[in-house]
């Protein structure tokens, strides 16, 4: 089992709706979570950090954490243009160690 | 906010030539962080160092060395390069009490 997972994708969505994005994770002991977004050839950038279970929003961005799941998802609401990227999921393990998974693309569709 | 400072952007060596590659991370931030993503790929994590010291290693070649200076400020040194090292090489730096890294522009390494 891989440490981070997400489905690759492409996701597409209508522009103005809401795009979600999922990720689960392996070790129980993780702690951190984050959500980059990249813009091909660009560096990640981070958009969302969670730390305890429940929602975290900001902006158009929620993020949501179940520990006894182990799933961390990213909502995005009233979908734009600009907001198709690459999202990279990342969780630090219990050696505070952060592994990224391998991104789903974003596809707004105007 | 300043951010993390990478140089240079754009790099092109041949087969078997030297690169350095240097990072100044955000003021304050004590953590350096180096990863290498090839095309498609997700970041894959080289080496990292805090307070000057390596902190963590990954997927480094023996090829590669690295280190952090009294500044703070961070080299990726390259030797002997091949082919598949043409990648982006991305610094990220993070301070001890927030553990979020905050990544560099990147490097973009092409070997003829």
């Known amino acids: 089992q891989k440490e981070v997972e997400q489905n690759s994708g492409p996701l597409s969505v209508p522009e103005g709706a809401i795009a979600s994005l999922n990720c689960t994770y392996s070790d129980r002991g993780s702690q951190s979570f984050f959500w980059y977004r990249q813009y091909s050839g660009k560096s990640p950038e981070l958009i969302m950090s969670i730390y305890s279970n429940g929602d975290k929003e900001d902006g158009r961005f929620t993020a949501q954490l179940n520990k006894a799941s182990q799933y961390v998802s990213l909502l995005i609401r009233d979908s734009q243009p600009s907001d198709s990227a690459t999202y ?23 | 906010a300043a951010g993390v400072i990478q140089s240079p952007r754009h790099l092109i060596k041949e087969k078997r030539e030297t690169a350095t590659l240097k990072c100044y991370p955000i003021p304050r931030h004590d ?15 080289l080496i990292s160092f805090y307070e000057k010291m390596q902190s963590d290693k990954g997927s480094i070649p023996d090829r590669f060395s690295a280190q952090q200076f009294s500044d703070y400020h961070s080299e990726l040194n390259m030797s ?17 009490q927030y553990n979020e890294q905050f990544f560099g522009p990147g490097t973009r390494l092409t070997v003829l």
Do not use: M
């Open chain 2, 31 to 45: 953590t350096v962080y180096w990863y290498q993503q090839g095309p498609g790929q997700d970041p894959q994590f």
């Open chain 2, 80 to 96: 002997s390069l091949e082919l598949g090292d043409s990648a982006l090489y991305f610094c990220a730096s993070s301070s001890l």
């Open chain 1, 88 to 110: 990279l999921c990342a969780v630090t393990n219990r050696d505070d160690k952060i592994i990224f998974g391998k991104g789903t693309r974003l596809h707004i569709l105007p």
